[in-house]
């Protein structure tokens, strides 16, 4: 779907393909700056099988020359009321031109919630993600929450159980486990 210009060039937004994974890594790392490429890829492979575009997968906002400006990981959760659209890690990319590539990957996950039942739109943006906080609220999108993070200090510094500092979470978030009630239990 084609949705805007960016430097003259029409921005499509569709699903990842399978082969674009390895040139996402470096616009996953602008919001997850400590996943390792080996993890990304063993999130990113499932999420890229056509058979589950319906329920997850990753949104990717590319130029006529193939070239990946932006990104997005989406679930649907189809036993929540009202049944939500979970759109996280929005990363745009790029010198000076960010928000027609924001505003591209905004509509995208709007048309995306419309034909997937959903009815409700929940996102997380990193805060370095200006573009894109402004273009979600240029769409009608509010902030429902705020979330506080706290950065504990070098790995080796820190004393926290490991659960915190590993990203298994992420891996188990993009199978659609229910990872609120495994840290209450941790």
Not at 17 to 29: D, E, N
Not at 35 to 49: N, Y
Request: charged share 20%.
């Amino acid at each position: 779907m084609t949705h805007e210009m960016n430097f003259g060039n029409p921005i499509s937004v569709a699903p990842l393909r399978s082969t674009q994974i390895g040139q996402a890594f470096p616009l996953v790392r602008e919001v997850a700056p400590i996943l390792m490429f080996e993890q990304w890829i063993r999130i990113a492979s499932p999420l890229t099988l056509e058979d589950k575009f319906d329920r997850r997968g990753i949104l990717a906002a590319t130029v006529a020359s193939g070239h990946l400006y932006g990104l997005c990981l989406y679930r649907v959760e189809p036993l929540k009321s009202p049944k939500p659209l979970v759109a996280h890690y929005l990363a745009t990319f790029g010198i000076g031109q960010q928000a027609p590539v924001a505003r591209s990957l905004v509509a995208a996950i709007d048309s995306l919630a419309f034909r997937l039942g959903c009815e409700i739109i929940q996102t997380s943006v990193a805060s370095s993600q200006r573009s894109v906080r402004a273009c979600l609220e240029a769409a009608g999108h509010r902030i429902r929450q705020v979330e506080f993070s706290k950065y504990i200090g070098d790995a080796e510094d820190n004393q926290m159980p490991a659960r915190y500092t590993d990203l298994s979470w992420l891996e188990q978030w993009h199978r659609g486990d229910d990872i609120s009630s495994a840290a209450k239990r941790g």
